[in-house]
């Protein structure tokens, strides 16, 4: 048989790959192998047994049932009698194969439904498997993203990804910030989903690899490797510590950051919607570092007390002690996700304000 595809189907899937990106070509190859797969249950016979053809310029397709010609038949869904075939085929033989063109009225209705349900499986599969691949490609990766409407109810915001949409959950935001339609954003791809029905992925702009992947694109020592991050610890909407070491003693991890007068790091903060962002060197010797997470505080002594259990005592001077312990406690905390170190703080005169405790 020879079908006459729609106008409508083809203008659809050029509307696909205009909008989605999703090859016209390979929802095609879909559509095929879907018809055949149809075609082979309703007339109960093999692969090797259905021929589907695809004339794209013409939008047309035919189907064709593969019979062996025979001259005692047995099996008249795949074998055809001689001398049947020879009426169809002058040239006809026993053994040799004749393609047997099929017409629409043979399949009949319930195979047509058979077949337009395959057909829509055989698009959605070839969607998500695109998606997928584009999806897979930016895993764990930043991406910009436009917000096209927030959810007043929920707070969850609709952004579009490559003309793909996702959501944003408000847990996802960071705290405070307030996202409208319109407004470009970046988002960390934390994962990718494939279900039975689709595919999606889960973005965020709570991950401290956001912060880790920005940096990575404002700081061409970090993009190159001179400069590595070591280190991060994050409090999304509020502030971010972030170690860094050079390999090269000429270049200044935390200046290479920071940059002339502020503008690289000052480009994060905007983004991070005025998260507050401490850049600190890295150390090898666990007692440096350390107070160097500390910052902004001064540190009069760090002690390990514990090398395996990482746990150790800071002194500080008794007008820093606030300062280092941060507002509820926030800047000793990060220090010690930063460092991995449990950390008593401790001031100068051996005095520690049980309140603060």
């Not at 079908?3 to 203008?11: A, G, H, V, W």
């Not at 509307?15 to 390979?26: H, M, N, T, W």
């Not at 629409?104 to 195979?111: E, V, Y």
């Not at 060197?281 to 350390?290: D, G, H, L, N, W």
Request: charged share 30%; proline share 3%.
């Amino acid at each position: 048989m020879i079908y006459q595809m729609s106008n409508e189907l083809f203008d659809a899937l050029v509307e696909l790959e205009r909008e989605k990106g999703i090859k016209s070509s390979d929802v095609l190859s879909a559509i095929k192998n879907a018809i055949a797969v149809a075609v082979r249950k309703y007339y109960n016979v093999g692969e090797e047994n259905v021929e589907v053809e695809l004339d794209t310029d013409l939008k047309k397709f035919k189907v064709a049932l593969i019979k062996e010609v025979v001259d005692e038949l047995t099996d008249p869904m795949t074998q055809i009698h001689i001398d049947e075939a020879i009426i169809k085929n002058k040239r006809a033989k026993v053994g040799s194969k004749l393609n047997m063109k099929l017409d629409t009225k043979q399949i009949g209705r319930i195979a047509a439904l058979s077949g337009k349900n395959l057909i829509h499986q055989g698009i959605n599969d070839a969607v998500k498997a695109q998606l997928m691949e584009q999806y897979q490609s930016k895993l764990h990766e930043v991406v910009n993203a436009k917000v096209q409407k927030v959810e007043p109810r929920t707070g969850n915001a609709t952004i579009t990804i490559d003309k793909n949409e996702a959501i944003l959950f408000k847990n996802e935001q960071i705290p405070n910030e307030v996202l409208v339609e319109g407004d470009n954003i970046k988002v960390y791809v934390n994962d990718v989903v494939s279900s039975e029905r689709r595919c999606s992925i889960k973005v965020t702009r709570t991950h401290k690899d956001l912060v880790k992947r920005l940096f990575e694109m404002e700081v061409p020592e970090i993009f190159d490797g001179t400069v590595e991050i070591k280190s991060i610890s994050r409090e999304p909407g509020s502030r971010t510590k972030i170690a860094v070491w050079s390999k090269d003693e000429n270049v200044d991890p935390v200046g290479s950051c920071i940059g002339q007068k502020f503008s690289r790091v000052s480009k994060i903060v905007n983004e991070l919607n005025g998260e507050k962002i401490d850049i600190v060197k890295y150390y090898e010797e666990p007692e440096k570092f350390i107070a160097q997470a500390l910052s902004p505080s001064d540190v009069i002594s760090v002690e390990i007390l514990n090398p395996e259990e990482k746990v150790c005592r800071v002194i500080v001077p008794d007008t820093q002690l606030s300062l280092a312990i941060g507002n509820k406690g926030q800047n000793a905390k990060l220090a010690a996700k930063l460092t991995g170190y449990k950390i008593d703080i401790r001031p100068e005169s051996g005095i520690m304000d049980t309140d603060k405790e």
